[in-house]
């Protein structure tokens, strides 16, 4: 498992995998209501992204149907992925956590 940060849109195509399996434009709808529209990715950036995601063993095909004629794939999240995204939760929260101390120090006259 890479330790390292995840940069914003994997993390929050993970994120959008995490409560449910879900079709490629329903994690690209969700992805942007999760970063209240900062984040849109594009089709093709999304499935690149899944199938990386997939190669490191983060996500999965949770099934396939035929809608209009067209394939529809279904991804879910990992066990694998959901420890790596917990992983990344932790790490944001830590630095969140810091930079909140900081600013209470900040507001009560600085560090000594």
Not at 26 to 46: C, E, F, H, K, W
Request: charged fraction near 30%; glycine fraction near 8%; charge should be positive.
């Amino acid at each position: 498992m890479t330790d390292g940060a995840l940069r914003e849109p994997t993390f929050l195509v993970l994120t959008a995998l995490a409560a449910q399996a879900q079709h490629g434009y329903g994690v690209l709808r969700d992805v942007a209501a999760i970063s209240d529209g900062q984040v849109t990715l594009r089709a093709g950036t999304l499935y690149a992204a899944l199938d990386r995601l997939s190669a490191e063993g983060w996500v999965e095909v949770d099934r396939e149907e035929v809608v209009e004629s067209r394939l529809r794939r279904y991804y879910r999240l990992t066990e694998t992925g959901a420890a790596r995204l917990a992983a990344e939760v932790r790490r944001r929260q830590k630095h969140t956590s810091a930079a909140e101390q900081r600013l209470r120090l900040r507001g009560a006259g600085g560090l000594a």
